[in-house]
């Protein structure tokens, strides 16, 4: 029976060993093509940059994941589901609702103001020129993340690859059935993922970041689920009327 055993069990290992081998080999090869393709990575990350720059207003919804460690080193995820509606230059207006949170940012190109639902609160400041400049004030001036921005700033290129140590085309892979350019970058604090769709309009369908100096590596996960353009925004819709 031992014999018998042996006879049975040693194939399946040598089976397990050779498929490892493949598997190993077949990753190795992929980094390699990978680190031979970086200037793939930036001409896509470019292509994208150029085309939603070019476009006067969009429209897009979206779904967010944010990752917090606690002090027991446990990873908890918080889910987000929103949308933005941008017009070149100076108009923005964003909405996230969360479990936990519904905030709105509405600017008219003179005036910026944060609406927090919850607790039925407002402020407002003097905003500055542009979109740009008003994203990089927040962030600035008010401690206000905004992971995802970047991707829509008139010169996101040269901001997403600014501080970048490496960039890696992966391959192709596939976000809610839609055909993507899957993008690896490496920062000295961050790693991020970028998924670009294929074809005549390059838009980024999903991003990702890794804080690398943060225990556990917590992440921020950013889905676009629809986009538009084109659109003619209706009269006030960059205003905030304060309620009641």
């Known amino acids: 029976m031992m014999k018998s055993s042996i006879r049975i069990q040693a194939p399946r290992c040598a089976r397990v060993a050779a498929a490892s081998l493949i598997l190993s080999a077949s990753l190795i090869g992929t980094g390699a093509l990978a680190q031979a393709r970086e200037g793939d990575a930036k001409a896509i990350l470019k292509s994208m940059s150029d085309y939603v720059s070019s476009q006067k207003t969009i429209g897009l919804t ?9 002090p027991k080193i446990e990873k908890i995820q918080f889910t987000n589901s929103g949308e933005v509606l941008l017009s070149r230059p100076d108009k923005l207006r964003a909405h996230r609702k969360g479990g936990y949170a519904e905030v ?3 600017f008219d190109g003179k005036t910026a103001s944060v609406y927090g639902k919850g607790i039925n609160a407002y402020a407002q400041f003097d905003g500055p020129g542009t979109v740009d400049q008003l994203i990089e004030a927040l962030r600035a001036g008010h401690g206000v993340a905004l992971p ?3 991707l829509l700033l008139s010169n996101s290129y040269a901001v997403l690859v600014d501080g970048v140590l490496e960039a890696k085309h992966i391959g192709r892979g596939v976000v809610d059935g839609v055909e993507c350019e899957h993008l690896a970058f490496r920062n000295l604090d961050t790693d991020w993922q970028l998924w670009v ?3 005549e309009r390059p838009i980024p369908r999903k991003l990702v970041i890794t804080s690398k100096t943060v225990n556990s590596a917590p992440q921020y996960t950013l889905r676009v689920k629809s986009w538009k353009t084109g659109i003619e925004p209706a009269a006030g819709a960059f205003t ?3 309620p009641a």
């Open 62 to 70: 979206f779904d967010s994941d944010i990752e917090v460690i606690t």
């Open 104 to 106: 709105a940012l509405f």
């Open 148 to 150: 995802g921005a970047d």
């Open 197 to 199: 769709e294929v074809g």
């Open 240 to 242: 905030f009327a304060p």
